[in-house]
């Protein structure tokens, strides 16, 4: 079945340094999505990538899906103590009954 | 995107017993999904709930441990049967539109379960 791999599992950071979190999907996807979940929340989306090669930002949030759509990454520029929590991308694909299915995550931490 | 209430928040129960997980949307969804999450770990896809017909259960998730009910297109619930300590997990509910630009999935504040 369809797999979606992210890595680092872990990222400890500086406040400040910028945070990176890569993403792979053993299918092509329709389309990919980013979630944020906080310590003790649950996950929040984020945003949607539908393009092949499509790039987006959200103020210090740079989000990238692959050309061969399997592939994306978030790239947060100057972490702040609010980026703290585990990021999932999350991978759709039409032909499998629009289910979502999520990646491994990364959880980012940071020292003040 | 729209609300999903889930309860319980969370529960203790002793094991053999069940415990039905109930998620109610403020509008209507076209699909709804279950996902078990292990803390520190990433979501697991436990069934699709069909509205009005049985649900569609993942590899390693059967009908008799999980049943799931689905009767209108805003309401589920997930039952977790004959439960053993093994089940403990927190318990997600999500609510997904399709058919239109934004097909993101949002979720109930999911239920912690802890056997006993």
């Known amino acids: 079945g369809q797999q979606v791999m992210q890595i680092p599992q872990y990222q400890h950071v500086q406040e400040g340094e910028d945070f990176t979190t890569y993403c792979n999907s053993s299918?092509?996807?329709?389309?990919i999505q980013w979630y944020k979940q906080r310590p003790g929340g649950h996950p929040v989306f984020l945003i949607q990538?539908?393009?092949?090669?499509e790039v987006k930002k959200q103020k210090r949030l740079t989000f990238q899906f692959g050309e061969a759509k399997k592939n994306s990454s978030l790239h947060i520029t100057a972490t702040q103590t609010t980026d703290v929590g585990t990021y999932f991308c999350?991978?759709?694909?039409?032909?499998?009954?629009?289910?979502?299915?999520f990646g491994s995550g990364t959880r980012l931490s940071i020292r003040p | 995107s729209a609300v999903i209430s889930q309860k319980p928040s969370r529960d203790i129960c002793q094991r053999g017993t069940s415990l039905t997980i109930q998620c109610q949307v403020d509008s209507q969804v076209t699909m709804m999904f279950w996902y078990r999450q292990q803390p520190g770990q990433s979501l697991t896809l436990i069934a699709t709930a069909n509205q009005g017909s049985e649900a569609t259960y993942e590899s390693g998730f059967v009908i008799d441990k999980f049943p799931i009910s689905r009767p209108n297109l805003t309401f589920s619930t997930l039952t977790v049967s004959n439960m053993s300590p093994e089940d403990s997990s927190i318990y997600l509910c999500?609510?997904?539109?399709?058919?239109?630009?934004?097909?993101?999935?949002?979720f109930g504040q999911g239920t912690r379960l802890t056997v006993v």
């Open positions: 999500s609510g997904q539109r399709t058919g239109g630009l934004n097909t993101e999935a949002f």
């Open positions: 990538l539908v393009k092949s090669g």
């Open positions: 999350a991978g759709l694909n039409y032909s499998s009954a629009s289910k979502i299915i």
């Open positions: 299918t092509t996807l329709s389309n």
